[in-house]
């Protein structure tokens, strides 16, 4: 089983605003789409309420530690982290953790991938990242977006995988 994160932060790590993407980058969001299509994604009950939605053509698997939290046809509920990668691991080899703050900083430590999106600006929120520690994880660029009419900031989109350890 490989665990993957993935995101996108500002420079100075922001992921989130007033409780949604601080951004509207529609190419980026396709690179999310592709992805993560087919594959199960984990994400926290704020994540979720970001759209109250199940992502259409991937398992949908919300982290709440309320029994009875009510959500919509689609998505399935886990009261942790570790209950949801049980959870997903039934039905593929790769699962994906899609927010929010809290849970990629749980399941860092488990991760063998990254998928990071940098939207090359300061953008202020109220959800941050840490600065992980990349130091043993291979890097790749994956490409880049200038800003034009669809895409109001311009982002790098990076591919990080832990080394294996010798």
């Known amino acids: ?86 959870m997903a691991t039934e039905t593929s080899d790769e699962i994906f953790v899609i927010g929010g703050v809290h849970f990629f900083v749980e399941a860092m430590p488990l991760a063998s991938r990254i998928y990071e999106t940098v939207v090359q600006a300061e953008i202020d929120g109220e959800a941050t990242l840490p600065a992980f520690d990349l130091s043993e994880w291979e890097t790749t660029l994956l490409g880049e977006h200038d800003i034009d009419e669809r895409h109001a900031y311009a982002y790098k989109m990076y591919e990080h995988r832990r080394l294996a350890s010798i």
């Open 1 to 86: 089983m490989q665990l993957s994160l993935i995101y996108a932060r500002s420079l100075n790590r922001c992921i989130g605003k007033e409780g949604g993407i601080p951004w509207h980058l529609p190419d980026e969001f396709g690179h999310f789409k592709k992805t993560t299509l087919g594959k199960p994604i984990i994400m926290g009950r704020k994540t979720y309420e970001d759209h109250k939605s199940a992502l259409p053509g991937r398992r949908n698997i919300v982290i709440s530690r309320q029994p009875d939290y009510s959500v919509v046809e689609g998505i399935e509920l886990a009261d942790s982290l570790e209950s949801a990668i049980a």
